[in-house]
């Protein structure tokens, strides 16, 4: 079994694979980003944020990309 930290870790880079590589998948990145996220992984606030401020393979949403970057900032 993984640990929460290589869960969240994994997860994490997983999101930054397809976000920003070769065959970007936004969809699966941000539910890997919001798993890093769940597992403890705080990095994936502002990754997820940037994606929705952006609309990095989203739809942009830029209340929601303002609560995510609010929540890392605590």
Do not use: H, T
Not at 1 to 14: I, K, R, T
Not at 18 to 41: S, V
């Amino acid at each position: 079994a993984l640990s929460a930290g290589n869960e969240a870790d994994g997860a994490y880079g997983l999101g930054q694979i397809l976000r920003l590589g070769p065959q970007q998948d936004g969809p699966a990145a941000l539910a890997y980003f919001e798993r890093a996220l769940a597992a403890g992984n705080q990095e994936a606030l502002v990754q997820i944020g940037r994606m929705y401020r952006r609309g990095d393979g989203i739809p942009a949403d830029p209340v929601k990309a303002e609560a995510y970057f609010q929540r890392a900032l605590v």
